[in-house]
Structures are given as structure tokens and as C-alpha cells.
């Protein structure tokens, strides 16, 4: 097996006086979709935060297709080739729908076919294109969002609860885009508290609990057995659906 | 090819278009529409006052950075042409010089200012400007012998652009073809180049990131924009082109001192007329620092006016005597923030 294209090896990052993440282990695989999974609050959000350096590990190593990122500002991270999308969309309501797209691109250009395969999987977008972006209802916000890390051909995309409140058929639409992303040969690391989906989607699983990566596995290992789901992360509660 | 001019930002409402027309044709046609000293200063502060505000909404507006320094800016190019002037002699090269240096100037300091506080949180990078500038002040005050104190400086600019200067012996259309009016004219081209100037950068891509970091600076940071990069920049666009605006107050003045271009009064002036045109939108400084300076000129007249309309009645004389027209300013800009919160711009464009 090659090389993952992102390696966390005891990361530490603390946030004010709370001690979040105690010591990360993860390997992200290239070309298949990890998914990160874990009750609300055991720090995979911080985790991708850390990576994008927001948050500052105080300790450990992240190596990113081969560098070091751990001490890089996050500019230079996002320009190395990480596609990120927050949990909170954070999409610039007042510029077009296109000028979000645009300053997505770090070529600041966007290639025609790229932006047909984007509209194809969210046709709202092609709608609303030169509308602005603060009028879009929560399902489209996510779509942009998405798309906005889509928009160029990433070395990883960090992809931060995308079903999170959406509505079932906007699910439905988000996922499938999310697919083709995987077919594309793409490197994703997923947060995902929709285990249907997650399913799905996801080759290999790392579960967190209490700020550390706790099991890694096959996505099939996981989801063919429903006491280890009950054991590491009570999915019978919010996953049978 | 307007479209081009406004760099694709058309004013999107027709009310707003026309109103910026009338402007726009007024000032222009200014010095024979409206003859007269008086009228044509007011008119030519209008423009000065144009250019210093669309600067100023350039950093408030699309920059979403409050800073308290941007008379000083508007004080340095006002100071460089009169340095110059003053110590250089009255030349065009004195006065290219003085115009150069004051722009160099206002980008170093925003610079420095730039680089050691916009780091920092909003209000720390407030904070300080308001302590650089204050600091200036007393400076240019202090200074006498170089800046002539609180008395200010008069100086002397080429003689082409004074009143002595007369290019056509007849007057057109009764104004004399004089320097003023050639003076008015540069100060007149210089305010609309410079805001056309602005409107383009403005929607250049780096206008769209400076918006895009206003909004949600950690989600420019994460798609890979240095912020501190971008405020800077902004910082130093916004220095260079309210300097500029204050070497064209000076030209047309032929005197500075602190009062005029330096104090804070100018500061909260420039924040209302912003705020009252709209923020974020270039077009909204147009329209209030027009109606800002013309309010300032002519409110205590019409007030005149209108108490001797109302002579004989109980109380309302009084309230309209022209001594209290500051209140009535007052109570125009609580009323217009209160029904127009997003400017007059804003307010139009949802209206459409």
C-alpha cells in the first residue's frame, strides 16, 4: 500500500483550558473515503480543524502527501492541496454564487467542465449562479459549500457533517454527489452522524472517543456487526435509520 | 462601455442611477450651473469629500476594519503638497513632489499600523489607529515651525491655478475663464478618477476576497487567502487614496492647518456620511458626502429662510432660528439611520 496522504501521529490540541484531542492516530488512505465517526463532543471537529491549523496542535506530527503542515499557517495548508468544508458552511452570503465558486479555485479561474459535472449534482446552483449566496436556503447553503471544495481537483477533502439538519431528499442529493466525488478517485476524510449514509459512502472507519482515535477498520467489518457498533459509539441510537 | 467605467458594478435601481446622474452633471457643470465662490467651494469640497469617504468605505465597507486614522491619511497628502509648496517653491514639480509624497507617506504609516495591529482583534486595530492619529495631531501642532502650528500654512500653487490666471479674456456664459476654474477642474477629474479608480478595485477579485474575509475570516484562511495580507493591502489602498484626496483639499484650498483636514470632527463626519450612504457599496459615498456637505452649507440658509416664513407663530421661529441648525442636522442622521439602516444605497437597491 502507498503512502496515506494524510498522517496524524499523537496529536495534542487543547482549546482555552480543555485538553481536546490526547494523542490522534490516524492514516488517511489515497483514493477512499475514512470516515470519522464518534459521539458528539469527542473532538472530530477539532480534528479537522487542527489540520487546517485553526486550532494549533500543542504536540504530535501532521504530514500531509509527505510534509510536514503541523506548524504551517493555514493559507499555505489550503494551498497545498486540501479541499476543506466546515460543519457550519461558512459561505460568504453577500458575493454571488459564482463568486464563492470563484475564490474556491486557487487558480481563480473555473474550468467550464468542472463547473457542468458541479451543476449536474447540484442543479440549484446552476439556478441561482449569479444570485447572492446569503439567499439561499440551508440545503442549497451545504451544496455550495460542498461544491465550493469541489470546484478544483483537491489532494484531500476534509468534509465536516454534510447532512447535519438537512432535509431527507437534500440527503439524498448531497450523497450521491458525494459518491461521484469517491468514484472520481478522490481522497475524502468524512464526519458523518448519519450512519446510513456513512455506510454508504465510507471504505474504512476510524471511531474517536474521549479526543483519541479508538478502533480502525474496513467500513464492512463495522457495519456487518451491531454490538461492535453498540460498543464503540451507541450507533444503535441515531444509525438504525 | 459605462459598464466598463463602473467596472460592472451597474447602481442596480433606477431612482439611484438618476439621483447619481444629477450629481454627477451638477458637479461637472458646477461652476455654471451654480456661479458664485461660495457655491463652487462647496462644490469642489463635495468632490474632495467623495473621493476621502469611498476610500474610507473601501476599508469600513468591504473590509469590515474600523479605523480611526483615516483623517490623518486625508491630513498627509493635505500636508505634503503644503510642505512642499511651502519649502520647494511654487512649481508643478514642487507640487508633483508634494502630492507624491504625502501618498508615500500615508501607505508607510498604513503600512506599519497595518502590519503591527491587524493582527489583532477588531477593536485593538480601532484603538490604536485612534491613538496614531491623536498622536499626529498633536505632532503637526506641536511642530510650528515647520507646519505652522494651529495657524495652519498658506502657500502658493502654480499660478495657472489661481484666480489671477486668466485664459480667455471673456467670460463664457458669465465665468470668468480663470485658474480657479481650472483648479476646480483638477480637483473635479481627480475625485472621479479616483473613484472609478476605487470602483474597480473594489470588484476586482481581490475587492470580492476582502469581502469574502469580512465575512468569515477563518473561512478565507481555510480556502487560502492570508488575511493579514489582504487587510493590509487594503489598509495601504484605502492610506494612498484618502492622501491623495487630501493633496486635491489643498490645491484647491491653497491652506491647511489641523482644524481643516486633520481633527477628529472630519473623522466622525466621514463615518455619518458612510453610514448614511450606504457602507459596502462605493456609490453610497457619492451620495452622502453630497448630501452631508450640502446639509453642513446650507442648512443654517434654509432654516433663515423658513424662520422668516414662520415669524409671528408661537415657538417655531425659535426652534428654526439658524443658530440651532446642528440639532436639526442631528435629528436628519438619527432619522436616516433609523429608517435607512443599510444607506440610502441599500435602501434603494431593496426597493427597486
Known amino acids: 500500500m502507498s503512502d496515506p496522504i494524510l498522517r496524524l501521529e499523537g496529536v495534542q490540541t487543547d482549546i482555552a483550558q480543555y485538553h481536546i484531542l490526547q494523542g490522534v492516530d490516524l492514516d488517511v488512505p489515497r483514493g477512499k473515503v475514512t470516515m470519522l465517526l464518534g459521539r458528539n463532543g469527542v473532538g472530530k471537529t477539532t480534528t479537522l480543524r487542527t489540520i487546517m491549523g485553526h486550532w494549533r496542535a500543542k504536540a504530535g506530527r501532521i504530514t500531509f502527501d509527505g510534509a510536514d503542515i503541523t506548524a504551517r499557517p493555514t493559507p499555505a495548508i489550503a494551498r497545498s492541496g486540501i479541499g476543506f468544508v466546515p460543519e457550519n458552511m461558512g459561505i460568504f452570503g453577500d458575493l454571488t454564487v459564482e463568486e464563492n465558486m470563484v475564490l474556491a479555485a486557487v487558480s481563480g479561474r473555473i474550468d467550464p467542465a468542472r463547473r457542468d459535472w458541479i451543476f449536474e449534482a447540484f442543479p440549484p446552483l446552476r439556478t441561482f449562479w449569479k444570485g447572492p449566496a446569503g439567499t439561499l436556503s440551508g440545503g442549497q447553503k451545504q451544496m455550495l459549500s460542498i461544491a465550493r471544495a469541489m470546484i478544483e481537483e483537491r489532494k484531500l477533502y476534509l468534509i465536516d457533517e454534510p447532512t447535519k439538519g438537512l432535509a431527507p431528499a437534500i ?14 478517485g478522490a481522497s475524502i476524510l468524512l464526519v458523518e452522524q448519519n450512519f446510513a449514509v456513512a455506510r454508504a459512502l465510507g471504505d474504512l472507519v476510524a471511531v474517536m472517543d474521549d479526543g483519541r482515535v479508538i478502533w480502525t477498520g474496513e467500513m464492512a467489518e463495522l457495519a456487518g456487526d451491531a454490538g461492535l457498533q453498540e460498543r464503540l459509539m451507541g450507533l444503535s441510537m441515531e444509525g438504525g435509520h | 462601455m459605462i459598464a466598463t467605467l463602473l467596472s460592472g458594478d451597474a447602481p442596480r435601481s433606477r431612482v439611484l442611477s438618476v439621483l447619481l446622474l444629477v450629481v454627477l452633471v451638477c458637479l461637472a457643470l458646477a461652476p455654471f450651473l451654480f456661479p458664485g465662490t461660495r457655491s463652487l467651494d462647496t462644490a469642489a469640497r463635495i468632490c474632495v469629500f467623495i473621493l476621502l469617504v469611498a476610500s474610507y468605505d473601501l476599508l469600513l465597507g468591504y473590509g469590515g476594519i474600523v479605523s480611526f486614522a483615516h483623517t490623518m491619511f486625508f491630513g498627509m497628502g493635505a500636508y505634503g503638497v503644503a510642505l512642499s509648496c511651502e519649502f520647494l517653491g511654487r512649481s508643478w514639480g514642487a507640487l508633483a ?16 499600523i497595518g502590519l503591527f495591529s491587524l493582527r489583532v482583534r477588531a477593536i485593538f486595530f480601532a484603538m490604536i489607529t485612534l491613538a496614531v492619529a491623536s498622536a499626529v495631531a498633536v ?4 511642530l510650528s515651525q515647520i507646519t505652522g502650528g494651529e495657524d495652519g500654512l498658506n502657500y502658493q500653487i502654480p499660478r495657472a491655478l489661481t484666480p489671477a490666471f486668466k485664459f480667455m479674456e471673456e467670460p463664457v456664459f458669465g465665468v470668468r475663464m480663470n485658474g480657479k476654474l481650472l483648479n476646480y477642474y483638477v480637483v473635479f477629474v481627480g475625485a472621479l478618477v479616483g473613484v472609478l479608480f476605487l470602483l474597480r478595485v473594489v470588484n476586482s477579485p481581490f475587492g470580492r476576497v476582502l469581502q469574502a474575509i469580512r465575512e468569515n475570516d477563518f473561512r478565507a484562511e481555510a480556502i487560502g487567502y492570508r488575511v493579514v495580507q489582504y487587510r493590509v493591502a487594503a489598509t495601504c489602498l484605502s492610506a494612498a487614496i484618502a492622501a491623495f484626496a487630501g493633496a486635491l483639499y489643498a490645491i484647491w484650498l491653497r491652506y491647511v492647518g489641523p482644524s481643516t483636514v486633520l481633527s477628529m470632527e472630519i473623522m466622525l463626519d466621514i463615518l455619518l456620511m458612510v453610514v448614511i450612504g450606504g457602507m459596502g457599496t462605493i456609490y453610497g459615498a457619492v451620495l452622502g458626502a453630497t448630501l452631508f456637505v450640502v446639509a453642513q452649507n446650507y442648512l443654517q440658509e434654509l432654516m433663515g429662510l423658513a424662520e422668516g416664513a414662520f415669524e409671528g407663530l408661537p415657538l417655531l421661529p425659535a426652534l428654526l432660528s439658524p443658530d440651532r441648525w446642528l440639532l436639526w442636522l442631528g435629528l436628519l442622521f438619527i432619522l436616516s439611520v433609523y429608517f435607512f439602516p443599510t444607506g440610502i444605497v441599500g435602501r434603494l437597491r431593496d426597493g427597486r
Open chain 1, 171 to 184: 440527503v439524498t442529493t448531497m450523497a450521491r454527489a458525494l459518491r461521484e466525488l469517491k468514484e472520481a
Open chain 2, 97 to 112: 513632489f508634494g502630492i507624491g509624497a504625502g501618498i508615500v507617506a500615508a501607505i508607510a504609516t498604513a503600512f506599519l
Open chain 2, 139 to 142: 505632532l503637526v501642532s506641536q
